[in-house]
């Protein structure tokens, strides 16, 4: 099977189990509930750095800065769900720098590519799970880019050389269904 027909056959089976495992079997799931499923999910699929001195038991905290494309969809979606035993937590800020406390996946909700570059920025190199929707976001800097493909599912880039460069790991199960962008940090 090639490389492109294995990855849509995942991201449909993952789709699927996204669509019953979230928001029940009886409809198709939003764009914005499979992009909420799918923070979820990475927050499964990357190993952090472990800090020194961090209580095992604190949330896993998902950022969202700038515009919100979520609205109460990323709570109804996620929020009750539990990370390697650990509760989510989701905060909002306007930039980068007014998150408190720091997430471990910051969403940009950026309109251009300057905005992406300012909260990018803000962040260097820490290790934060960087994950937008602005075209280009990845080739920018950010490690997961969501797209829409032809057939109108959610699909993935991901910036392998700014995920290595924050000192995150990757699931190769994340990787194998992600269109690899190999763009500069």
Same mark, same amino acid.
């Given at each position: 099977?090639?490389?492109?027909?294995?990855?849509? $056959?995942?991201?449909?089976?993952?789709? +699927?189990?996204?669509?019953?495992?979230?928001?029940? *079997?009886?409809?198709?799931? $939003?764009?914005?509930?499979? %992009? +909420? +499923?799918?923070?979820?999910?990475? *927050?499964?699929? =990357?190993?952090?750095? @472990?800090?020194?001195? =961090?209580?095992?038991? /604190?949330?896993?905290?998902?950022?969202?800065?700038?515009?919100?494309?979520?609205?109460?969809?990323?709570?109804?979606?996620?929020?009750?769900?539990?990370? #390697?035993?650990?509760?989510? #937590? &989701?905060?909002?800020?306007?930039? +980068?720098?007014?998150?408190?406390?720091?997430?471990?996946?910051?969403? !940009?909700? *950026?309109?251009?590519? /300057? @905005?992406?570059?300012?909260?990018?920025?803000?962040?260097?190199?820490?290790?934060?799970?960087?994950?937008?929707?602005? %075209?280009?976001?990845?080739?920018?800097?950010?490690? &997961?880019?969501? #797209?829409? $493909? /032809?057939?109108?599912?959610?699909?993935?880039? &991901?910036? =392998?050389?700014? =995920?290595?460069?924050?000192?995150?790991?990757?699931?190769?199960?994340?990787? %194998?269904?992600?269109? &690899? !962008?190999? *763009? /500069?940090?």
């Amino acid at each position: 099977m090639s490389r492109d027909r294995r990855s849509r $056959t995942v991201s449909r089976l993952l789709a +699927a189990l996204l669509a019953c495992s979230f928001v029940g *079997a009886s409809r198709e799931p $939003t764009e914005l509930e499979v %992009k +909420a +499923a799918f923070l979820y999910h990475f *927050a499964q699929l =990357v190993t952090w750095p @472990e800090p020194a001195n =961090v209580d095992p038991a /604190a949330p896993v905290v998902i950022g969202v800065v700038g515009r919100d494309p979520f609205g109460d969809r990323l709570e109804e979606t996620i929020g009750r769900e539990l990370v #390697r035993g650990r509760p989510l #937590r &989701i905060v909002r800020a306007a930039t +980068a720098v007014d998150l408190v406390p720091a997430p471990q996946i910051l969403f !940009v909700g *950026a309109g251009d590519l /300057a @905005e992406v570059s300012r909260s990018l920025a803000a962040l260097g190199n820490a290790p934060v799970l960087t994950v937008g929707s602005v %075209k280009g976001f990845a080739q920018q800097g950010g490690m &997961i880019e969501f #797209r829409v $493909t /032809a057939d109108s599912r959610v699909a993935f880039d &991901i910036n =392998v050389v700014a =995920v290595e460069a924050s000192g995150l790991k990757m699931s190769s199960q994340l990787l %194998k269904i992600a269109r &690899i !962008v190999r *763009a /500069a940090r």
